[in-house]
């Protein structure tokens, strides 16, 4: 039996996008679900020695609570290859799986290049489109069975997931922007798919969704040119849902035709999705609340003056036109900043710590005003408080001058907060414009029914807060279990407030702040509680017939003013106050059982169950200072990057085998690919670590790296795939100029066939091997690849629609691109080292050269005019070969095409001009 968790600490994981170094990120995800895994509830006999060392951990940082600390991976945002990984490591976390073996199998195995090109490996279907170098479909089949094949026990890793999987939709949503007096039509690009597992209420992670997942995790993936943008509509027939509609944006009649493609077109770094969130979930623990963001692309770090600090300078680099639209059309969008994601961070932070500090003196202060003798009196809440106006309580109840500031803005932000329910059960985003439509209905219903001061007809406001309050009770409740954490921290507890007593409690307290947050989060589905769905439909298209002309008043006035008049239509008003007046009184309903369980389980400590009584006159204190802000949990958010320039062992971003090629090298080989997912292992633990152990000393830090690396180098190079590992290690170390003893002995062992050598621990690979990556892909199989990429690049061209780009050239210039795309491509191809078109071409040309020779030769033995022929055969075949063969050493990297080029464009300019110089001369001399 597991000991009880005592603490946590809850991350949101940011995944960026990469290309090939998806493979690096692998391996951080993998050690992201170890982490979780290690310290979950599961018994230490259910984990691997790995996962282990992070349950030894996480009872280390448990601190004077004892137990242990839950890791808890409940956000994660991901975009291109990152989405691709977010998307399986947020399954695996649903569905409690072992590991993610899966993955890296289809990274390893699967993601190489000679499966992804796009020929069906040679055989080209002449009638089919050719869209993309690489092979869309294969890859959503890839993508597929490797989604299905995640799976688990069934018991999940967190209580509730969210995943964010960022795309493009290339032809764009027209969005309109409502303006004074009139309106514009915007295309909105960016798109998220959104999946979110709650337990026992919500579950987007089912094998019927694995499809749906497939689809996300392809369309951000969609990099231009190397993989075709993807419709809903291209799914395989058996693929295709139309229960996931519910997954595109509301009212998107044509989202089987949308066309998707690379999230990171807009969105390279999405931190939003989970900067939003985070501070609306909660921890179940008293815990702490961490930011991880994967960037496999570190920018460089500038250079500074060792002594001073600042900045060297740079020289200025020239750019021309054509860096100049390169930097704008992909380069400069693709590089975002951080810097106001992290700001966004920082101020949310800020604004925790004042609150906790403002908290903190008004405690004080109560304790001063006590030693004084001046206790300060306050009254209980009125029991009559929902009969009462605000006269009434300004007046007598020991509320003063400011309880009317304070009461506004509750009556405010509950308008709000229901707006945002309304909205939900319609369908809409809280912070769409169809919700600011709505909320001027709303308050049109609460000026109808509610008023501050007593009026005939009209109920008081407070009764309006105490049906629809959802803040004040959030709040409250949040309150209530910080007293908890703090008592629990503390070294002395007075009795009766025993440990196992406050833990009872803060669990308690955590089952009604999950009930409470479900009554502000209701699905679509819910609305049928409240109206029937031919009256839903009625009331939304009546609703709808005036929004245009509200959004586009000039003043919030005018706007309140139409909405008001669009809420008092007989086929409006009464089905708006049915549906709200039974909303009202559920939730009043759910309010007052909670209330009730809140004190039966508080009913043993009572200076607690005071905390809570009394959280009324705190409110009046706290809550101006925090209106405006989203803030709701009280955990400030500390962040952390994982990233191969932060690794101890080697920081240089050049050990990934996949950085080359453009960021396409772990397609070309495997040894490249399981190198890469080895550094995300290595780079993934120690960042985990120093994100868990951010506030202890280096030494600590670095003593719990070391197992768990030595570890993981255990795993990598263990049994037969880890020799094969191991050998491609050996294979770079013996191509290095300095060849160690260490290196020689491993060597020697292998060729004896001797099993037991040296274990690969961590101090023979920092020493040996940390600088070292495996040897890249040979010559002849990149001149294959190259060659088959030539042929796709030509059909590419060919295939281009008329009404695309070419429309913009014109027949005649679109006919040459065709002809000129297939020409070079056919040239590279003959060209290619190693091709048969390359072997095919040097046989015709040997023999064309021995054909000039001869004919050459034999005409000026005879004195014939054919000897002409036969050296312009001779010369024409000798420059032929010599640009395939300089062109086919430049594509295996031994030779400078540049240089062997100016010398054959030489060659026929001084053969022009020479050309020039006869025809002139003649004309002149006759």
């Known amino acids: 039996m597991?000991?009880?968790?005592?603490?946590e600490v809850r991350f949101a994981v940011v995944l960026y996008g990469g290309v090939s170094l998806a493979i690096y990120m692998n391996g951080i995800a993998q050690e992201l679900l170890r982490m979780v895994r290690g310290s979950s509830n599961l018994p230490d006999t259910a984990l691997d020695e790995g996962e282990r060392i992070y349950r030894d951990l996480s009872r280390a940082l448990a601190g004077p609570r004892g137990g242990r600390?839950?890791?808890?991976?409940?956000?994660?945002?991901?975009?291109?290859?990152?989405?691709?990984?977010?998307?399986?490591?947020?399954?695996?976390?649903?569905?409690g799986s072992r590991d993610m073996a899966v993955l890296r199998k289809a990274w390893t195995v699967d993601a190489d290049i000679d499966k992804l090109l796009n020929d069906g490996a040679g055989t080209l279907n002449p009638f089919a489109p050719t869209e993309s170098l690489l092979d869309g479909a294969h890859m959503y089949d890839v993508l597929l069975e490797t989604i299905a094949a995640i799976r688990g026990d069934d018991q999940p890793l967190a209580e509730m997931v969210d995943l964010f999987v960022t795309a493009t939709d290339l032809r764009g949503v027209p969005a309109p922007i409502h303006l004074t007096g009139a309106r514009l039509e915007e295309k909105v690009h960016k798109t998220v798919f959104h999946f979110a597992f709650e337990q026992e209420r919500h579950n987007d992670f089912t094998p019927d969704n694995d499809a749906m997942l497939a689809f996300a995790a392809r369309c951000t993936s969609s990099f231009p040119v190397a993989f075709p943008p993807m419709r809903f509509a291209d799914m395989p027939h058996g693929a295709k849902d139309q229960a996931f509609s519910r997954f595109f944006r509301k009212g998107l009649a044509d989202y089987d035709q949308r066309i998707y493609a690379d999230g990171g077109y807009l969105d390279n770094r999405p931190f939003s999705h989970a900067i939003d969130l985070i501070p609306f979930r909660p921890t179940t623990l008293p815990g702490e609340r961490k930011l991880l963001f994967v960037d496999p692309f570190p920018a460089p770090r500038p250079e500074r003056d060792e002594r001073t600090g600042v900045l060297r300078p740079q020289p200025p680099e020239p750019v021309d036109f054509l860096q100049n639209a390169r930097l704008a059309a992909s380069t400069l969008p693709r590089t975002e900043v951080i810097r106001d994601d992290i700001?966004?961070?920082?101020?949310?932070?800020?604004?925790?710590?004042?609150?906790?500090?403002?908290?903190a003196r008004w405690k004080q202060d109560k304790g001063h005003i006590h030693r004084s003798a001046h206790e300060q009196q306050l009254r209980?809440?009125?029991?009559?408080?929902?009969?009462?106006?605000?006269?009434?309580?300004?007046?007598?109840?020991d509320y003063g001058d400011s309880y009317a500031l304070y009461h506004h803005l509750r009556v405010y932000d509950t308008t709000d907060s229901l707006t945002a329910i309304v909205a939900r059960l319609a369908?809409?985003?809280?912070?769409?414009?169809?919700?600011?439509?709505?909320?001027?209905?709303?308050?049109a219903w609460r000026d109808r029914h509610f008023s501050a001061y007593r009026e005939d007809g009209r109920e008081t406001e407070n009764a309006f807060l105490s049906r629809y309050d959802i803040g004040f009770r959030l709040r409250r409740l949040i309150h209530l279990r910080r007293q908890i954490d703090d008592r629990l921290d503390a070294d002395n507890l007075p009795a009766p407030q025993s440990p196992a007593l406050l833990r009872a409690a803060r669990k308690l307290v955590e089952r009604e702040l999950v009930a409470v947050r479900r009554l502000a989060d209701p699905r679509e589905a819910d609305a049928a509680k409240l109206l029937t769905p031919d009256e839903i439909a009625r009331l939304t298209a009546e609703i709808a017939a005036h929004y245009s002309e509200a959004m586009q008043q000039p003043t919030l006035e005018k706007r309140y003013g139409l909405a008001r008049r669009v809420y008092e239509q007989p086929a409006i008003r009464p089905l708006v106050d049915r549906a709200l007046r039974q909303l009202g009184t559920d939730m009043r309903r759910e309010f007052?059982?909670?209330?009730?369980?809140?004190?039966?389980?508080?009913?043993?400590?009572?200076?607690?169950?005071?905390?809570?009584?009394?959280?009324?006159?705190h409110d009046v204190m706290t809550y101006p200072f925090l209106e405006g802000s989203d803030v709701q949990e009280h955990a400030q958010v500390e962040v952390f990057r994982i990233s191969p320039a932060d690794s101890a062992l080697?920081?240089?971003?050049?050990?990934?085998?996949?950085?080359?090629?453009?960021?396409?090298?772990?397609?070309?080989?495997?040894?490249?690919?399981?190198?890469?997912?080895l550094w995300g292992r290595l780079d993934g633990a120690e960042r985990i670590v120093a994100a868990l152990m951010s506030d202890r000393p280096s030494e600590e830090r670095r003593l719990w790296t070391d197992r768990l690396q030595n570890r993981i180098l255990a795993e990598e190079y263990a049994d037969k795939p880890g020799q094969t590992r191991r050998l491609a290690l050996l294979k770079a170390k013996l191509r290095d100029a300095q060849i160690d003893e260490d290196a020689f002995e491993d060597t020697a062992a292998r060729a004896l066939g001797v099993k037991d050598a040296p274990a690969l621990d961590l101090g023979r690979f920092r020493d040996n091997y940390s600088e070292l990556k495996p040897i890249g892909p040979r010559a002849p199989q990149i001149a294959g690849w190259s060659s088959r990429s030539m042929a796709i690049l030509s059909?590419?061209?060919?295939?281009?629609?008329?009404?695309?780009?070419?429309?913009?050239?014109?027949?005649?210039?679109?006919?040459?691109?065709?002809?000129?795309?297939?020409?070079?491509?056919?040239?590279t191809r003959f060209a290619m080292p190693g091709s048969y078109r390359r072997m095919v071409a040097d046989k015709l040309l040997y023999l064309a050269m021995f054909a000039g020779l001869l004919v050459g030769f034999l005409g000026w033995w005879t004195g014939s005019d054919i000897a002409r022929a036969g050296w312009l055969v001779l010369v024409l075949s000798v420059a032929v070969w010599l640009v395939l063969y300089s062109f086919g050493r430049w594509l295996r990297g031994r030779g400078t095409l540049p240089q062997a080029l100016r010398w054959f464009l030489g060659l026929i300019a001084i053969g022009l001009m020479a050309t020039g110089l006869v025809t002139v001369a003649k004309s002149l001399l006759g």
């Open 343 to 359: 700001r966004t961070i920082t101020r949310m932070n800020n604004r925790l710590e004042r609150l906790g500090t403002l908290q």
């Open 380 to 397: 209980e809440k009125p029991r009559d408080l929902t009969e009462l106006d605000l006269a009434d309580l300004l007046t007598g109840r």
């Open 69 to 95: 600390k839950r890791f808890v991976i409940d956000i994660i945002s991901g975009t291109s290859a990152g989405g691709i990984n977010g998307v399986a490591l947020a399954k695996a976390l649903v569905v």
């Open 650 to 677: 080697n920081p240089r971003p050049a050990k990934l085998a996949g950085i080359a090629v453009g960021a396409f090298g772990g397609f070309l080989n495997r040894d490249w690919r399981e190198h890469d997912i």
């Open 427 to 443: 369908g809409y985003a809280p912070d769409s414009d169809e919700a600011l439509y709505l909320r001027q209905i709303l308050r």
């Open 592 to 617: 007052d059982k909670g209330s009730a369980r809140i004190r039966e389980g508080l009913h043993d400590l009572p200076d607690i169950l005071a905390d809570y009584e009394d959280f009324h006159w």
């Open 2 to 7: 597991v000991e009880e968790a005592t603490g």
């Open 795 to 827: 059909r590419m061209i060919d295939d281009l629609p008329d009404d695309g780009i070419l429309g913009m050239l014109g027949a005649r210039a679109a006919a040459a691109l065709r002809a000129g795309g297939g020409l070079i491509s056919g040239f």
